[in-house]
């Protein structure tokens, strides 16, 4: 452990006082092995209070801490100076969503989509008395989908999204394919319906900045491939 | 709230993914400049052998040849990022991306560069 000197600095926005965000920077000193979330701990806690951001579980799975970090989205939490080679930090708010304050960007959309395909079981069939099995290649072909924690990394690093507010977007559409591709779910032709749309599936231009996003390395952009082979097959 | 809009997001356009998207599309506009080029050629076919000569040497001139190797080098680009692109859709290209871009590169650089010599050289087939 070496004590580091910091420059860093951060996309500021206060709706009250603010037209435009604006850049302010920070010098400070701190440990060299602390994450970027202890990085804006420290100024919030000793340098200046009014900086705006969300944390949480500090454990990499709320997903709370998303945000931009020298040109790539991040959790602050599970990111560690030691990925950088530089001592600066250039820290924004997620790109491609509205600031609500500093680096705390509106969710509101971002959840409206992912209700948009109605990301819960349903069944059709009756419900089985005990436990509903599925065979582990069945569980095999949803597990890493299944993992996404809806930090909104990958939807807001989407340059379709930038262009188009409407457009889905991966997350919502990785959820999609989490339960059009789970055995026990007999909701594929309604999900199907709502993605194979003008702003669902298609606004995919296989671009893979959401893989170069996503904290947990899911291969978003080939369960989306595998959505429109889906979305393709049905309607034939 | 404050809206930021996007149209060119430097950070994110470090990564082979997104080049390989601009690009395909510049070279699709490219294309089609040319596309427009050649039916504007064509059309001289109509208007007699005179003016359709007229046409053909003003294409013969250096100038045309240079955009040639330039055309020769859109093609082949656009050709082999969508053989890249079938690969994505449709055969697991997703999970090796970035070997398959810069395979696709390799193969459109080399054929390039023969039918560019090809086309300086004044060779037809």
């Given at each position: ?28 000193e ?29 454990s ?35 790109p491609?969503?509205k ?75 990785l959820?999609?394919?989490r ?29 893979f900045?959401?893989?170069e ?10 369960y ?10 049905n309607?034939? | ?27 699709g ?6 596309l ?10 109509t ?73 300086l ?5």
């Open positions: 452990m070496a004590k580091v000197k910091l420059n860093v600095k951060v996309l500021r926005y206060n709706p009250d006082t603010d037209k435009k965000p604006y850049w302010k920077t920070y010098e400070l701190t440990e060299d092995d602390v994450t970027i979330l202890d990085v804006l701990n420290e100024i919030h806690w000793n340098i200046d209070g009014t900086l705006a951001y969300r944390r949480s579980c500090r990499a799975i709320c997903g709370s801490c998303a945000m931009k970090v020298n040109g790539r989205n991040v959790l602050a939490c599970e990111t560690g100076l030691h990925q950088f080679n530089s001592h600066k930090l250039k820290i924004e708010p997620l491609g969503f600031i609500i304050k500093d680096l705390v960007v509106d969710l509101d959309e971002f959840f409206a989509k992912l209700e948009r395909i109605l990301p819960y079981l349903i069944l059709k069939k009756p419900t089985p008395d005990k436990e509903f099995l599925q065979s582990p290649q069945d569980f095999d072909k949803i597990q890493e989908a299944a993992m996404c924690i809806l930090c909104g990394s990958c939807t807001s690093s989407c340059p379709s999204l930038w262009a188009n507010e409407d457009y889905l977007g991966p997350a919502a559409l959820k999609a394919y339960f059009i591709f789970d055995s026990r779910d007999d909701g594929t032709d309604e999900r199907l319906d709502i993605i194979n749309d003008r702003n669902g599936i298609w606004r995919c231009h296989t671009i900045n959401c893989m996003a996503c904290p947990k390395d899911i291969k978003i952009t080939e989306l491939s595998r959505l429109k082979v889906k979305a393709t097959e309607s034939i | 709230m404050y809206k930021r809009t996007f149209i060119f997001d430097p950070g994110y356009y470090k990564f082979v993914g997104s080049w390989a998207w601009i690009l395909h599309r510049l070279s506009l490219g294309l089609i400049f040319y427009s080029l050649h039916i504007w050629v064509i059309n001289s076919l208007m007699g052998e005179e003016s359709f000569t007229r046409v053909t040497t003003f294409l013969n001139s250096p100038v045309f040849k240079i955009l040639e190797v330039g055309l020769w080098g859109i093609i082949m680009f656009h050709a082999f990022n969508g053989v890249r692109i079938v690969f994505v859709d449709f055969f697991k290209g997703s999970l090796f991306h970035k070997k398959l871009f810069f395979a696709m590169i390799s193969i459109a650089f080399v054929l390039w560069a023969i039918g560019s010599y090809l086309l050289s004044h060779i037809s087939w």
